[in-house]
């Protein structure tokens, strides 16, 4: 009753973690420990790329992109999840709840894209070697990612508009930590049929078509790896892209399990684990693979932290 008392006519209540308080003080310290390491790790990442001279290629400007994204989506999701747990202010207005919503269908359309966009690079160094610089100029390098961000926000922006359409139940209770789509359509008293069917639309456009691209990409990559004679420059090649592959797994993993199936079926308990996973623990896994598994990288952060003796061969 007194999380409830906290709403207004006009707010929502993200119960979240309301129902295990005996577990919020262990939660707040892990969801904080994941935050502070995924915010200062994507920066160490960002600052790596930008001053060392020998991560200025598209492949390396592309991670800087993703790092960038994977830092406002933790920024999006999390603060609020840790002042809910603190103080127990559960309540989001209608305003601030969309808002949250928008940024994070932005910035996981916007990991989508990148994701592709770092296939079809990886494609093009190791079956276009020759052409790589041509093709992968500095202005197709912007060209890629001002399109990515467009398409993400254009995409994100007509959801959330229609999202604002809808009337909700007089509860306002959302079973979950955050403003996500599938509890806020649970909760709609307005026919969500169109929305659904729009979302269905732009999934195929924005999960399919880059998820094809990774697909034909890396079976492309996989014919040429297996047409190298030599074993230890087919690892050395392998390995370029072993780092992006399990980003990219870990990425449909998490998604395919909570957006691709029907809304009568979301579980609120299910949605709230795996949303665990791709809002928190997935960006911060992603640090440690691209960072421990990169030898460039690694030889980089060492620079950057003042340590000259780690050289890269």
């Given at each position: 009753?007194?999380?409830?008392?906290?709403?207004?006519?006009?707010?929502?209540?993200?119960?979240?973690?309301?129902?295990?308080?005996?577990?919020?003080?262990?939660?707040?310290?892990?969801?904080?420990?994941?935050y502070l390491v995924t915010?200062?790790?994507?920066?160490?990442?960002?600052?790596?790329?930008?001053?060392?001279?020998?991560?200025?290629?598209?492949?390396?400007?592309?991670l800087a992109n993703l790092?960038?994204?994977?830092?406002?989506?933790?920024?999006?999701?999390?603060?609020?999840?840790?002042?809910?747990?603190?103080?127990?202010?559960?309540?989001?207005?209608?305003?601030?709840?969309?808002?949250?919503?928008?940024?994070?269908?932005?910035?996981?359309?916007?990991?989508?894209?990148?994701?592709?966009?770092?296939?079809?690079?990886?494609?093009?160094?190791?079956?276009?070697?020759?052409?790589?610089?041509?093709?992968?100029?500095?202005?197709?390098?912007?060209?890629?990612?001002?399109?990515?961000?467009?398409?993400?926000?254009?995409?994100?922006?007509?959801?959330?508009?229609?999202?604002?359409?809808?009337?909700?139940?007089?509860?306002?209770?959302?079973?979950?930590?955050?403003?996500?789509?599938?509890?806020?359509?649970?909760?709609?008293?307005?026919?969500?049929?169109?929305?659904?069917?729009?979302?269905?639309?732009?999934?195929?456009?924005?999960?399919?078509?880059?998820?094809?691209?990774?697909?034909?990409?890396?079976?492309?990559?996989?014919?040429?790896?297996?047409?190298?004679?030599?074993?230890?420059?087919?690892?050395?090649?392998?390995?370029?892209?072993?780092?992006?592959?399990?980003?990219?797994?870990?990425?449909?993993?998490?998604?395919?399990?909570?957006?691709?199936?029907?809304?009568?079926?979301?579980?609120?308990?299910?949605?709230?684990?795996?949303?665990?996973?791709?809002?928190?623990?997935?960006?911060?896994?992603?640090?440690?693979?691209?960072?421990?598994?990169?030898?460039?990288?690694?030889?980089?952060?060492?620079?950057?932290?003042?340590?000259?003796?780690?050289?890269?061969?």
């Amino acid at each position: 009753m007194a999380i409830r008392n906290q709403t207004s006519i006009s707010d929502f209540l993200l119960l979240g973690f309301s129902d295990h308080p005996e577990q919020q003080p262990l939660l707040f310290g892990l969801f904080l420990a994941m935050y502070l390491v995924t915010m200062l790790g994507n920066l160490l990442i960002i600052l790596a790329i930008v001053s060392d001279q020998h991560l200025h290629t598209p492949m390396y400007f592309f991670l800087a992109n993703l790092s960038f994204v994977e830092t406002c989506f933790s920024c999006t999701i999390v603060p609020k999840v840790l002042v809910s747990i603190k103080t127990q202010h559960h309540a989001i207005s209608h305003t601030g709840c969309l808002m949250q919503m928008y940024f994070f269908m932005a910035l996981t359309l916007l990991d989508d894209f990148l994701l592709a966009v770092m296939a079809y690079d990886r494609y093009v160094a190791i079956c276009l070697p020759l052409h790589y610089t041509t093709i992968m100029c500095p202005q197709r390098c912007l060209l890629l990612v001002a399109s990515s961000w467009l398409c993400a926000h254009l995409l994100a922006f007509s959801l959330t508009l229609l999202m604002a359409q809808f009337s909700f139940c007089a509860s306002h209770s959302i079973p979950h930590f955050f403003c996500d789509v599938p509890p806020l359509l649970k909760l709609a008293c307005s026919d969500t049929q169109i929305y659904q069917d729009t979302m269905l639309t732009e999934a195929v456009f924005t999960g399919m078509i880059p998820l094809t691209c990774i697909l034909v990409s890396y079976a492309h990559i996989m014919h040429t790896i297996l047409r190298i004679p030599s074993s230890g420059r087919k690892h050395k090649v392998f390995s370029t892209c072993g780092s992006h592959l399990s980003v990219v797994t870990l990425y449909y993993g998490t998604l395919f399990l909570v957006y691709f199936r029907p809304s009568s079926s979301y579980s609120a308990d299910t949605g709230m684990v795996v949303s665990v996973i791709y809002t928190m623990v997935t960006p911060m896994l992603n640090l440690f693979i691209y960072s421990l598994r990169n030898r460039d990288m690694k030889g980089a952060l060492w620079r950057l932290s003042g340590w000259r003796r780690y050289s890269t061969p």
